[in-house]
């Protein structure tokens, strides 16, 4: 294995630079856990962890937005963060 030497300014800045993209990396993956993708009936169901007939009902109802072609429907990821968001409770006792 080879060393390699550099000054220890150059050094701090290569260290500040890391730091910086790991945060900027760590931000993008953090900030939206369901990405912007569309999911079929299947991996709402999953996710939801409901039946396809309760799907079903917040389709009719308007709770979850949709888009169909054909017969295939399909989910918003963000619209289902949003729904989720919005039915958060907080812990009574911390």
């Not at 701090?12 to 990405?35: A, G, R, V």
């Given at each position: ?21 790991t ?17 079929d ?17 917040y ?36």
């Amino acid at each position: 294995m080879e060393a390699i030497s550099i000054p220890y300014e150059n050094y701090l800045e290569l260290i500040s630079k890391l730091d910086n993209l790991t945060k900027q990396f760590e931000s993008k993956l953090y900030s939206n856990p369901l990405p912007d993708s569309w999911l079929d009936i299947q991996e709402t169901c999953l996710l939801l962890n409901v039946s396809k007939r309760t799907l079903q009902t917040y389709r009719d109802t308007g709770i979850l937005p949709f888009s169909q072609i054909g017969s295939k429907i399909y989910y918003k990821a963000v619209d289902i963060q949003k729904h989720l968001e919005k039915h958060y409770k907080p812990a009574f006792k911390q």
